[in-house]
């Protein structure tokens, strides 16, 4: 009983401290609220905590970790995370494997780690996470792009480093007992093999178990249609997931994801009503909430200052060599990546994506980790990992929207973000009143409750209705905004309805991904705001069926219907090529 009253003061204590800096953060400063969480633990520890706070590793990675993952999952775009799935499983994968490689051949020079501590090193420090640079997005208004490379990249590459970590450190601990260096007991290509496999065992392993479970619980939501029922089933699918395949030593990070994704993916069917789907997404943004405010608290609070002063020369190079193994790897990547990409990623958003990388949750868990397992190994590294972690937090997550300015990638104007905030209430309630309307249907409200409750949400509708009305008369450029939104989601529809055909064996994959590729290079023009009804795509670019129409006589009138249309595109569109 005493322990369990230990841990409700340490976790009310954390709270507390939580409440205190989201009051003076809300009313008194513009500091973001997990940055300011972070310096408060930061003070705390420095004048000495009053309450021990003492977390396990586990406790982040099993406790906190699936929370943080599962709400971003469920709350993911996913048609924007299919999209660009490429380039953030290359990032993600290839790219966390070279960072740790960069990271394992400097280490045993400046650090004099061995081979097998720098390799754990690397694993531990590099991953990702946006919870701060995500915060900066939104409140900035940058392109959706951009926040899907950076987030989808952050999720997956945690399961990457979790699965090269336990590789390398169940080395380690075979080799300890026999007083051998891990380097000389392991032979360097079966490591790699063993890495390899686990990381296909975690992504294809993960993904299978986690879509089996996002189906079922999918199904089981449908089935009783109930708020608190899903609430439930989602809690059992996130964390049984991630401790299922925790359990068989592999990485839950993909599955709890994937299982997310799946129930994200259909969100849009009408089998859940809205009610349903509202108190999923607002629990699980609590829950992504607390986790939060626990992390960072307590990374502030058990940050070893003395540590910081003893290694402070080796923290600043490890912040150094941290930040150029990540821009060695993410500018050569993206630049192969462009020459084979419809999409190409702007220069602009590569200098984002390194400065993105802030080290936090799944660095300090590994750390923790380390020190629980080796105690005698462990001062070096905890030393080099918080000091990494506090720098990339506080001054990464804080410059972010200077740099963003800076190297020019388009904001939202106030104007911009207060027509999505009424859109996004009229679609709200748009579907309280349709909710209202089933519920009357099935008898499961009077017709005076019904006739009440929409009396207020029909009032709403129309002030709202007016309200955008009068916001695009005064703002003709947010017309011009919800002409690019509406014809995004009419490519996108174009693109799913290409992909429909592909996999009823309609058209060939070698056709379907030409055609694809083609609405990918108009999204690429809706997203960086120049596609216009007069030039669709780049100047000179002509579209696959059109080429392909062009080697076949198919008659004058075709030829001359074609010819037209051609004549028509180039005095409108300057030589435009029409889709």
Not at 141 to 156: A, K, M, T, Y
């Amino acid at each position: 009983m005493v322990g369990v009253q230990e841990q409700l003061i340490v976790i009310l204590y954390l709270f507390a401290i939580a409440g205190v800096v989201g009051i003076v953060a809300a009313k008194y400063t513009r500091i973001q609220y997990t940055t300011a969480l972070l310096v408060a633990g930061l003070v705390i520890s420095i004048l000495g905590s009053p309450v021990e706070v003492d977390p396990s590793s586990e406790f982040i990675l099993l406790a906190l970790l699936p929370a943080l993952i599962f709400n971003d999952a469920v709350n993911i775009n996913v048609e924007a995370f299919r999209q660009n799935l490429i380039p953030i499983l290359v990032l993600a994968i290839l790219g966390m494997l070279l960072s740790i490689a960069i990271i394992a051949v400097v280490g045993q020079f400046v650090f004099g780690f061995s081979l097998a501590v720098a390799i754990l090193f690397g694993a531990i420090i590099m991953p990702t996470d946006p919870v701060s640079v995500l915060a900066v997005f939104e409140d900035l208004g940058v392109p959706d792009r951009l926040n899907i490379l950076i987030e989808g990249e952050s999720l997956l590459n945690d399961g990457v480093s979790i699965v090269v970590y336990s590789s390398i450190l169940a080395v380690i601990i075979e080799a300890e007992p026999q007083d051998l260096a891990a380097q000389g007991f392991v032979i360097p290509s079966a490591f790699l093999v063993d890495v390899g496999i686990g990381i296909l065992v975690a992504f294809v392993g993960g993904a299978l178990v986690g879509a089996a479970v996002g189906y079922i619980s999918y199904e089981l939501i449908a089935f009783v249609d109930d708020s608190q029922t899903a609430v439930v089933v989602t809690l059992v699918a996130a964390y049984g997931v991630y401790l299922f395949l925790d359990i068989l030593g592999t990485s839950g990070v993909i599955g709890t994801l994937t299982a997310g994704i799946f129930l994200a993916s259909r969100a849009d069917r009408t089998d859940i009503s809205p009610e349903t789907h509202f108190s999923v997404e607002v629990i699980w943004g609590y829950a992504d909430f607390i986790a939060n405010t626990l992390i960072f608290v307590v990374v502030g609070i058990i940050t070893p200052f003395d540590l910081l002063v003893e290694y402070g020369v080796q923290i600043v190079i490890a912040i150094a060599v941290v930040f150029i193994a990540r821009a060695v790897v993410i500018y050569p990547l993206v630049g192969l990546l462009n020459r084979w990409q419809a999409r190409p990623i702007p220069l602009s958003y590569q200098h984002v994506l390194t400065w993105s990388g802030i080290h936090a949750s799944v660095s300090i868990a590994l750390a923790l980790s380390i020190a629980e397992t080796f105690p005698n190994r462990a001062e070096q590294l905890s030393a080099l990992v918080f000091g990494v972690a506090a720098f990339t937090l506080l001054v990464n997550g804080s410059t972010m929207g200077r740099l963003i300015a800076r190297v020019g990638i388009r904001q939202q104007t106030p104007a911009q973000q207060l027509y999505e905030a009424l859109i996004g209430r009229l679609n709200g309630v748009s579907a309280a009143l349709t909710s209202a309307e089933r519920l009357l249907d099935r008898d499961e409200i009077p017709t005076s409750a019904y006739e009440d409750l929409t009396t207020v949400s029909k009032r709403e509708r129309a002030k709202l209705e007016a309200a955008i009305k009068s916001l695009l008369d005064q703002h003709p450029d947010i017309e011009r905004y919800e002409e690019r939104l509406g014809q995004h989601r009419i490519l996108v529809t174009e693109h799913d309805a290409i992909e429909d055909a592909m996999q009823r064996g309609e058209i060939s994959r070698d056709v379907g991904e030409r055609l694809l590729a083609d609405v990918e290079v108009e999204l690429d023009r809706v997203q960086a705001d120049k596609w216009t009804v007069e030039e669709p795509t780049p100047p000179g670019f002509t579209p696959y069926w059109r080429k392909q129409l062009a080697k076949v006589d198919l008659g004058d009138g075709a030829a001359t219907q074609t010819d037209t249309s051609q004549s028509e595109d180039r005095s409108r569109g300057g030589g435009r090529s029409e889709r």
